[in-house]
């Protein structure tokens, strides 16, 4: 289980990056990619945590989590920073 979701997050990931970058300006693209990686991130975090460690492993998908979130992060920004509230 541990390397089969390690092997499913890094492909998430290279794919939600790549994707990410080629359409900033779609605040809706990024909201929805935001919040799946706010799942990947939880299931990540309970598959690390959770199931059998493979040393060689163990370090990358710590690094992968954490980048996750990092990238989270940023999705979040670009996907909410033009939302405008009008105070009454």
């Given at each position: 289980?541990?390397?089969?979701?390690?092997?499913?997050?890094?492909?998430?990931?290279?794919?939600?990056?790549?994707?990410?970058?080629?359409?900033?300006?779609?605040?809706?693209?990024?909201?929805?990619?935001?919040?799946?990686?706010?799942?990947?991130?939880?299931?990540?975090?309970?598959?690390?945590?959770?199931?059998?460690?493979?040393?060689?492993?163990?370090t990358?998908?710590q690094?992968?989590?954490?980048?996750n979130?990092?990238?989270?992060?940023?999705?979040?920004?670009?996907?909410?920073?033009?939302?405008?509230?009008?105070?009454?």
């Amino acid at each position: 289980m541990f390397t089969w979701m390690f092997w499913i997050l890094i492909i998430w990931f290279v794919i939600n990056a790549v994707w990410m970058w080629f359409d900033l300006n779609n605040t809706t693209l990024q909201k929805t990619f935001a919040w799946i990686n706010v799942v990947a991130v939880i299931i990540g975090f309970w598959t690390f945590y959770g199931a059998t460690p493979v040393d060689s492993l163990s370090t990358w998908f710590q690094v992968l989590n954490w980048v996750n979130i990092v990238l989270a992060a940023t999705q979040f920004y670009f996907g909410y920073r033009k939302s405008q509230h009008k105070v009454a």
